[in-house]
């Protein structure tokens, strides 16, 4: 049975890679929705995972299992890549929501997944603030318990 896509931030995706509060609630929507994902989510969990490694909420072995998992995950998902198109929803973005400069991203890039046809499509998200923007594009949101806002 093929799984209906779903968008994903970075932020939603992060607890698939590294044991942590949101991850039982990510594990079960991983099994419900495909991820679609914005170009640079790659770096931001990366960068996610080298730094929970720094503050030492995970060990050596800790970052080399959530790494490996993280490129077996990429493997799996469709991305949305850069383009002027999306540039430009970025921009929009941020003069209409709370967003930082790299939500706004996440945000442009969810909206070219869906064709700027929000409505009846799932954004699974981490992240208060872009999870509320999302929800004001008209998205479903399905938020995991975990970032602050």
Do not use: N
């Amino acid at each position: 049975m093929k799984k209906t896509a779903a968008f994903w931030d970075a932020s939603a995706l992060v607890p698939l890679c590294v044991r942590e509060a949101a991850t039982r609630h990510a594990q079960t929507q991983f099994r419900r929705f495909q991820p679609v994902v914005w170009w640079g989510s790659l770096v931001e969990i990366h960068g996610a995972i080298c730094r929970l490694h720094r503050e030492r909420e995970i060990t050596d072995s800790g970052k080399a299992g959530a790494l490996a998992r993280l490129q077996l995950l990429s493997r799996s998902w469709g991305e949305i890549l850069p383009s002027d198109e999306i540039r430009e929803l970025a921009m929009e973005a941020l003069d209409k929501y709370f967003l930082r400069a790299a939500d706004s991203f996440q945000m442009a890039a969810a909206l070219i997944w869906c064709e700027e046809r929000s409505s009846r499509r799932s954004f699974v998200c981490a992240d208060q603030r872009l999870a509320k923007a999302a929800g004001a594009a008209g998205f479903s949101v399905i938020g995991l318990p975990t970032a602050a806002p």
